[in-house]
């Protein structure tokens, strides 16, 4: 079946300007994840959304970035007023989370973002 | 915690040697243990996990140790190929939780 989906695959924008970025996840996986990798860098936890319980903001590095997940299934991450900072590639992940103890995470082939 | 804004420690292995990347943790409840592999350009790939109540499993070429008592995490692969050359990071998840969290990636170059 499908894997996980991302678009675009490239994003290049002016600082100051805002941007969206697009997840479909493997149907029926339940959760949704968004990470942030820098060059050569690890993976920074974003925001994790789990059927319909509220979504887990912590990682959010600031107000200028929001995600919505609409009906369960496709996530936007909206990024505003981006800054150079910001630049980095983008990956969201889904999973089953079937609460039988694990949840492998199946990865998108992410998001490269440069603000100029 | 999530891994931002440190260097990728990076491993070097002869082409058919074993090789070992290691991970620790400190979250004493985490229950659940998994090894992602990441090529350039891709997002990262599962490739074995451990639940606590284990501390050995084997897959293909791939075994992970888990050892509780000094919260460490390791990943063997057998017989290392070219192919095999990628950023490999481990993840952990807390027992009542649902987030999985990542550790410090290890970059491995595979020496032909």
């Known amino acids: 079946g499908a894997g996980v989906s991302q678009s675009p695959s490239n994003k290049v924008t002016e600082k100051g300007k805002d941007v969206e970025l697009r997840c479909d996840p493997i149907s029926g996986h339940t959760a949704l994840y968004w990470y942030r990798q820098s060059l050569g860098q690890g993976l920074e936890f974003l925001i994790y959304f789990q059927g319909n319980s509220a979504p887990d903001k912590s990682g959010l590095p600031s107000d200028r970035f929001s995600a919505e997940r609409t009906g369960g299934s496709v996530s936007t991450l909206t990024i505003q007023r981006t800054q150079q900072e910001d630049s980095a590639v983008y990956l969201c992940?889904?999973?089953?989370?079937?609460?039988?103890?694990?949840?492998?995470?199946?990865f998108g082939p992410g998001t490269r973002l440069t603000v100029l | 915690g999530e891994s931002v804004g440190l260097h990728l420690p990076t491993l070097s292995v002869q082409e058919g040697d074993n090789s070992i990347i290691n991970c620790a943790y400190s979250?004493?409840?985490?229950?659940?243990f998994i090894w992602y592999k990441q090529e350039s350009g891709k997002g990262p790939q599962f490739i074995i996990d451990i639940r606590s109540n284990m501390d050995k499993r084997q897959g293909q070429r791939v075994t992970v140790l888990l050892n509780k008592t000094v919260k460490h995490l390791s990943l063997q692969i057998a017989a290392t190929q070219p192919g095999d050359s990628a950023v490999y990071f481990c993840a952990e998840r807390a027992r009542g939780y649902q987030k999985v969290t990542f550790g410090t990636g290890t970059k491995l170059q595979v020496i032909p």
């Open positions: 979250n004493s409840a985490s229950d659940y």
């Open positions: 992940a889904s999973s089953f989370a079937s609460g039988s103890g694990t949840d492998t995470q199946y």
